[in-house]
């Protein structure tokens, strides 16, 4: 166990898994229905700490408009490495590789989480570090439902910026709802990249310090994670061309 497991209770994952997959549109009602059918059974796969089954965007907008039917995903948290490795041979694995025309995996270590969702911290309490590749940022919020309109109002100016922040890889939006549900997926080629974005740029500084006094969120978290190693089809990924 480590420093932080021990002061915090709360056990850091050995790995999380971010799988993608590209649908062909016609696919649209049979991705539909996995989407009802397979949180459940992902969150039963052995050695499966925490799941999600996600919807994307383009990551254009971030907003309701920018939902993408071709794309989904599925965040996983795993308490053993091994199991994770086998992925692709369990149930849910095995149903989206038949459904999808492309994939693209990508193995994290978390670093730094805070924050909740649906109610637990799934990455435990990272003991931070420093890594020297790349870094992926994950934000997750449940909405207020009588906040979103100027929430939506304030994301496209930090969506514009953010399509050509230097050391950009990818991003695209996440969510396990079109509307209420916002989360954003952005890798990033140094974590200097990802804060100079964060904290240095004026669009996101001032979606950040208007997040207490605005209360969006019912519910959020933001993590940041070594990139391990990115598998299958980076394009599924909006990889940046020539990266």
Known sequence: MTPAERRTGRPVPEL??????????????????RMALDPRRLRATPG??????????????FG???????????????????????????????????????AARVDLRPLTSRGRWSGVEPF?????????????????????????????????PVAAHLATAPGLLARFGVGEAPLGW???VSVWRTPAD?????????????????TPVERWYAEELFARFAVLDVTG???VLGWAPGV
């Open 124 to 156: 435990g309490d990272p003991p931070g570090g420093r890594t020297d590749g790349p870094v992926l940022a994950l934000t997750r919020a449940r909405l207020r439902p009588a906040r979103a309109a100027t929430f939506w109002r304030a994301i496209p």
């Open 64 to 102: 309701p408009t920018d939902a993408d039917p071709t794309r989904w995903a599925a965040l996983v948290v795993w308490d053993d490495p091994t199991a994770a490795a086998a992925f692709d041979a369990t149930p849910v694995g095995r149903a989206w590789a038949r459904l999808g025309s492309a």
């Open 48 to 61: 499966v700490r925490f799941g999600k089954l996600l919807g994307t965007g383009t990551g254009t907008t």
């Open 233 to 235: 089809d980076r394009g």
């Open 194 to 210: 990802l804060v100079n974005f964060a904290y240095r740029r004026p669009e996101h500084r001032a979606a950040i310090d208007r």
């Open 182 to 184: 916002q989360g954003t």
């Open 16 to 33: 999380v898994t971010l799988h993608v997959w590209r649908t062909p549109r016609a696919a649209l009602p049979r991705a539909l229905l």
